[in-house]
């Protein structure tokens, strides 16, 4: 059975840090797409970075690029989601997500799209005060 399981959300002032945390189960985790999502009230849910196990390859999205850092460790299976010099518009429930692949042009093309995933966790809430 596959799961995608969150953990290190929290509360912090502005200009603070968190680190997430999503741990896969059930995937060859050298050939997985994933990608953290965030969704604030009343609005849809963001891709925020996204990474491809088997390459290592990143990717984020422009609003977060220079203070987010998407990172993998193989031992633990895990996906992990640095946050640094938080604000408060990046207030929101932070979800993993993830898909097996082989193919690291998939992961490089889609990783931003909600449909390329199949499997979820079950979401972290960060808030962060000004």
């Known amino acids: 059975q596959v799961q995608a399981v969150e953990s290190g959300g929290g509360s912090v002032q502005a200009g603070g840090s968190l680190r997430l945390s999503c741990e896969v189960s059930?995937?060859?985790?050298?050939?997985?797409?994933m990608a953290w999502f965030r969704q604030a009230p009343g609005r849809g849910r963001e891709a925020v970075a996204g990474?491809?196990?088997?390459?290592?390859?990143?990717y984020y999205t422009d609003s977060v690029k220079g203070r987010f850092t998407i990172s993998q460790d193989n031992a633990k299976n895990t996906v992990y989601l640095q946050m640094n010099s938080l604000k408060p518009e990046d207030t929101a429930m932070y979800y993993c997500?993830?898909?097996?692949?082989?193919?690291?042009?998939?992961?490089?093309?889609?990783?931003?799209?909600?449909?390329?995933?199949?499997?979820w966790g079950q979401g972290t809430q960060v808030t962060v005060s000004s």
């Open positions: 997500a993830a898909i097996g692949s082989n193919i690291p042009r998939f992961c490089s093309i889609s990783w931003s799209l909600e449909h390329s995933y199949r499997n």
């Open positions: 059930g995937y060859t985790f050298s050939t997985i797409c």
């Open positions: 990474l491809y196990t088997g390459a290592g390859s990143t």
